[in-house]
């Protein structure tokens, strides 16, 4: 099925096409009054520079005007292989569709809105027939039934017509359009964009780029750049400074030789100055209970960090290189991964 973009926005426009896949661009007068264009035919000739197809109105009252139009276009230095007329349905626009064909030209009849219409464009050689489905289906008429049947008139008889489904205004549509098997279908950019898009889909792509991360990256890959530290000679009040300086809700402990020997948080903050008052940040470190932090190397993959953070069920691990700590791995940092 061929997909067209239905627009006379030039910035949309070419966004689009750089898909790389559509077929061409349908537009019409009422799109380009919607856009501010005056220079009609400026515009016309820009856009067949950017796209594959480039299917344009041709207006008149009669068949003779309509096919002076054409020509009056195609003297611009249109390519008659690459541009279509679009000609409203009436009986002065098939007979005009017919000279046109007969001459070489590509014709799109459409505005069309009942089978008898479509039949008229097939025999007048139309090389594609176009109904409105979303307007037909605001006042109430079966559109799908009369695409199908324009389908299936063009498939029983043999006629060299492609059946173009329009007026698109959902996706659902273009799953219509694929349903009852037309040859093409024109969308508006709004609408294509929406096309590739499922919650179930983009759950499951950062699914995939969470568990590649956590089998490629590395701890030091993740890790914030700060490093607070304290050693047991200092005093709380101290551990508060380097949390703040560092921007973190965690401070390592460290011996002598940088080694980690505990971690002091501000949950373990909030629950000392609950139980001793305000004074306690004046105690030293050392007057803490301090136990084994949980701790991984710098170089370990991210898969061994979400391990112990499931295991241990802790919100920070102590990160080392050579057995010193050189930083902290907070649970929220694995959000990362998600992004």
Excluded: W
Excluded at 16 to 28: D, M, P, Q, W
Excluded at 179 to 193: N, R
Excluded at 267 to 284: C, F, P, S
């Amino acid at each position: 099925m061929e997909l067209y973009l239905d627009s006379a926005d030039l910035k949309e426009i070419k966004e689009a096409f750089k898909l790389g896949f559509l077929t061409g661009l349908t537009t019409t007068p009422t799109f380009m009054h919607r856009e501010g264009i005056t220079d009609i035919d400026g515009t016309i000739l820009e856009l067949a520079k950017i796209v594959p197809i480039l299917q344009i109105e041709a207006l008149g009252r009669t068949a003779e005007e309509i096919v002076a139009e054409a020509k009056r276009q195609d003297a611009l230095g249109l390519d008659r292989e690459t541009t279509v007329y679009k000609i409203p349905v009436s009986l002065e626009g098939v007979r005009a569709c017919r000279m046109l064909v007969n001459e070489g030209f590509k014709v799109n009849v459409h505005l069309v809105y009942t089978l008898q219409q479509a039949y008229m464009a097939m025999q007048a050689g139309a090389t594609y027939v176009c109904p409105l489905v979303g307007r037909l289906q605001d006042q109430g008429t079966d559109a799908l039934s009369l695409v199908r049947d324009c389908v299936e008139a063009v498939n029983y008889y043999g006629y060299d017509t492609k059946i173009m489904f329009s007026s698109v205004r959902y996706v659902e549509h273009v799953r219509n359009a694929l349903e009852v098997g037309v040859h093409t279908i024109t969308v508006p950019y709004k609408v294509m964009k929406q096309l590739t898009e499922n919650h179930f889909t983009a759950l499951g792509t950062e699914q995939f780029y969470e568990h590649t991360g956590l089998m490629t990256l590395r701890v030091k890959d993740l890790m914030q750049g700060h490093n607070p530290m304290v050693t047991l000679n200092n005093n709380i009040n101290d551990a508060l400074i380097e949390m703040t300086k560092g921007g973190f809700g965690a401070v390592t402990i460290v011996d002598d030789n940088q080694k980690p020997i505990g971690i002091f948080t501000d949950g373990d903050l909030r629950r000392l100055i609950e139980a001793e008052g305000a004074t306690a940040v004046n105690k030293k470190v050392s007057e803490l209970n301090i136990s084994t932090p949980q701790s991984i190397d710098a170089g370990e993959l991210l898969y061994s960090a979400q391990d112990i953070f499931n295991a241990q069920q802790v919100d920070c691990i102590i990160v080392t290189s050579s057995g010193k700590a050189t930083g902290m791995l907070d649970v929220q940092d694995m959000l990362k991964l998600k992004k």
